[in-house]
């Protein structure tokens, strides 16, 4: 069968038994009509009966072989995050100033463990003169303790400040380390919001690359003497791990791992379509009348959803999408019932009624995809509080006031669409991280009690926020590319049918058409989910190794012309006018179009490592071919 051929929705059924075909004369037909328009008809009849029986021969068993037409990508797609124990690094003596942001009894203890350190107030303002006198480390140690995310973002918006500060001191501290306790423990008893910060942490790394900022995560029920401990350890390891949480199992790190086996055991699970039915009851779907949304809604309606109900602020799909026709294929289906409602996820008084009106006049619920957010990017220096909280709101608030509104039907399919940036960080999309590692974190702590599952999803083509950008082809020739809105809705459809209780392999699952090893590359930074990704060998853009090998056999002045010349057309691509010796942090890069621009020659030269300080290291198209070349 044609492995391009989209067969969703289009039930294939496979023979699985054998008949008896020995006593009586039978006909059987059998008719193909090709999708290339081509049609074969077999007519096949029994022979006349012998004299004598025939012999008995041995049973022909039949391999019932699983169709798998474009599923067969989730295979090397579907990453799983695993914290795997690494034993204590050796520590050194910490010399020199160290800032202590926290509250009491936090900060005394913090400070006493800390040879130098010195407690400091939180406030941006407060902040900027401590940060420029000298200090060689800083401690960010103002946990999140609220469940509600609207709460959570006080402490969010007070790491915002720290870091801004940070960025903005001319001699501010090298070395930061953000403290969190039960971020990344899903058994504490209370949901904690620490999670977020790692999200907005994680972006911060790639827009302050002279800093290294480490976060470290505490059991939530840890003393602050043992919290002290942990943090002066740290501070003082003679090799950082930017990443680390204490846990039962001892000090661990995060690192994505493929998961083929997960993958193939969903396949399998997924062999038989006609098995699959949903719970009775009502599905949410928030965002709903958006590309992801309706994308979700078809596979719950596929797997027997009876009932939908499709939110989204405005109540209709946004024009000039495609999108009514999506909507009016599900409404005119016979087995499903569609309701299409207005609700602000973001106000927990607008999500109760809505819940309240669904539960009286329709039907209960029995599950919850929550696909609402909004992208609103802006470099970290000058991302302020409100357009934090503005990102926030729809994914943080809103899963959580599903989940207030829902807890007495409890339902069981409970999934957050969360993004690949909550876990290696997003350049100019700080928020946007937070908000999703707020939902990785929400999503495994429910996971333990009702339910509960997050979906990274990379970049997706022809909806969603990559669409609303224009950045679909911004992602041609580099690491990380766009999944299509089918894979999506195959990979959507692997998950829902099987999202019983311990049915799938982890709560959290990143789906991503990448080359991480070729991603590190192109971003200069480390990140320590992906650091053990080997190159897959592929060649790039700029040709792979046989470019690389051509231009080192130049002479060194022509082969520095050459370079130049690829830099120069890497800077015109971006509408960039530029003298060779002209400033590049003077020539109006923003750190947006800086990190895009560090890309696109990174993606040009693959056998050359970049430092994520290239920008400042290297500041003219001149001095950057010379460390090219």
């Not at 390891?237 to 039962?248: G, H, I, R, S």
């Not at 399998?268 to 379509?273: F, G, K, T």
Request: aromatic share 6%; proline share 6%; with cysteine.
């Amino acid at each position: 069968m044609n492995p391009n051929i989209d067969l969703s929705g289009f039930n294939v059924i496979m023979p699985d038994k054998l008949m008896d075909w020995t006593s009586i004369a039978y006909r059987s037909g059998v008719s193909s009509f090709g999708f290339s328009g081509t049609n074969g008809h077999a007519i096949m009849e029994a022979p006349p009966a012998a004299a004598e029986p025939p012999p008995k021969r041995a049973p022909v068993v039949y391999s019932r072989k699983l169709l798998k037409p474009w599923r067969d990508w989730v295979d090397t797609i579907l990453y799983l995050e695993e914290w795997q124990p690494t034993p204590h690094v050796p520590v050194t003596v910490w010399e020199g100033k160290c800032l202590v942001a926290s509250t009491e009894p936090m900060a005394g203890a913090i400070s006493g463990a800390i040879p130098g350190a010195e407690a400091a107030r939180s406030t941006a303002s407060d902040l900027e003169p401590q940060m420029s006198a000298g200090a060689r480390g800083a401690v960010f140690a103002r946990l999140a303790g609220a469940e509600d995310a609207e709460a959570s973002t006080a402490v969010l918006d007070e790491l915002l400040g720290f870091l801004q500060a940070v960025q903005r001191a001319p001699q501010g501290p090298k070395l930061v380390l953000v403290v969190t306790r039960g971020a990344h423990d899903p058994k504490r008893s209370r949901f904690d919001a620490g999670a977020s910060l790692w999200g907005l942490v994680r972006s911060a790394r790639l827009e302050m690359p002279r800093t290294t900022i480490k976060t470290v995560d505490l059991p939530a029920d840890a003393s602050p003497e043992a919290v002290a401990q942990a943090v002066a350890r740290e501070l003082c390891a003679a090799e950082a791990d930017l990443e680390v949480a204490y846990t039962d199992r001892g000090r661990c790190v995060p690192r994505l791992v493929e998961a083929p086996a997960a993958a193939s055991q969903l396949q399998r699970l997924d062999a038989m379509l006609d098995k699959h039915t949903l719970k009775e009851g009502l599905h949410v779907v928030t965002g709903g009348l958006g590309g992801l949304g309706l994308v979700a809604a078809r596979q719950l309606a596929e797997l027997g959803a009876q009932g939908l109900l499709l939110t989204s602020r405005s109540g209709r799909v946004p024009e000039g999408q495609g999108l009514e026709t999506q909507l009016r294929w599900l409404e005119e289906l016979p087995t499903t019932a569609v309701h299409v409602r207005k609700c602000d996820v973001a106000a927990s008084e607008s999500v109760s009624a809505l819940m309240t009106e669904a539960v009286d006049t329709i039907a209960p619920v029995a599950g919850v995809v929550h696909a609402a957010g909004i992208l609103d990017r802006c470099a970290l220096a000058e991302l302020s509080p409100e357009r934090l909280g503005k990102t926030m709101a729809p994914k943080a608030a809103g899963a959580w006031h599903l989940h207030t509104s829902t807890e007495a039907s409890k339902p069981g399919l409970f999934v957050c669409f969360s993004s690949v940036s909550a876990v290696v960080g997003l350049a100019g999309g700080a928020a946007y991280a937070a908000a999703n590692a707020y939902l990785d974190g929400f999503a495994l702590w429910r996971r333990e009690r009702y339910g509960g599952l997050s979906l990274q999803w990379g970049p997706v083509s022809q909806v969603g926020m990559t669409a609303a950008a224009g950045s679909d082809g911004h992602l041609e020739g580099m690491a990380l590319k766009a999944l299509s809105p089918a894979q999506v809705g195959s990979a959507l459809r692997l998950v829902l049918a099987q999202s019983g209780p311990g049915a799938l392999p982890s709560g959290e699952m990143l789906f991503a058409r990448v080359d991480w090893a070729a991603f590190t590359r192109e971003l200069g930074a480390e990140i320590p989910q992906i650091k053990d990704f080997k190159p897959k060998g592929q060649a790039g853009a700029g040709g792979g190794a046989d470019a690389g090998n051509a231009l080192a056999a130049l002479p060194a002045e022509e082969r520095r012309g050459e370079v130049l010349k690829t830099i120069r057309a890497a800077a015109a691509g971006m509408g960039l006018s530029l003298e060779d010796e002209t400033p590049l942090m003077e020539a109006g890069l923003d750190s947006l179009s800086a990190v895009e621009f560090r890309n696109k020659v990174s993606s040009a030269f693959h056998q050359v490592r970049f430092p994520s300080t290239l920008m400042f290291d290297y500041p003219s198209l001149t001095s950057l071919a010379s460390y090219v070349s």
